[in-house]
């Protein structure tokens, strides 16, 4: 069956940056968007970024523009998500999802499947 594994996650100081990864295996990689989410302790989740199959386009929260990109690479099945200038309330698990759709990548209902998520504590 289909598997996403997340890594890259851990405790940084504000300020800091961290690159979680997401590998896929069993799936045709290159034909899925893939997105990030996440949630933090007493929220619901959250769209973070998206990017479409082929890396053309990417989307973002507004809270993570300009510092968060993701990026991909077909090659290795892999999606990553750098983030630069960490913040406190960035800290929640971090979850990378994979959508046959390539429109409406912000809505959590259009994935097919997700990873099993990365803990990103950021402290102040």
């Known amino acids: 069956q289909v598997q996403l594994v997340e890594s890259g996650g851990g405790l940084v100081q504000a300020g800091g940056s961290l690159r979680l990864s997401c590998t896929a295996s069993?799936?045709?990689?290159?034909?899925?968007?893939m997105g990030w989410f996440r949630r933090a302790p007493g929220k619901e989740r959250e769209f973070v970024a998206a990017?479409?199959?082929?890396?053309?386009?990417?989307y973002y929260a507004h809270f993570v523009k300009d510092r968060f990109t993701a990026s991909r690479n077909n090659a290795k099945n892999t999606v990553y998500l750098q983030m630069n200038n960490l913040k406190p309330e960035d800290t929640a698990v971090y979850y990378c999802?994979?959508?046959?759709?390539?429109?409406?990548?912000?809505?959590?209902?259009?994935?097919?499947?997700w990873g099993q998520g990365t803990q990103v504590t950021v402290s102040s």
């Open positions: 999802a994979a959508a046959r759709s390539d429109w409406g990548l912000s809505d959590d209902r259009l994935y097919d499947y």
């Open positions: 069993r799936l045709t990689f290159s034909t899925y968007a």
């Open positions: 990017i479409r199959w082929n890396g053309a386009n990417t």
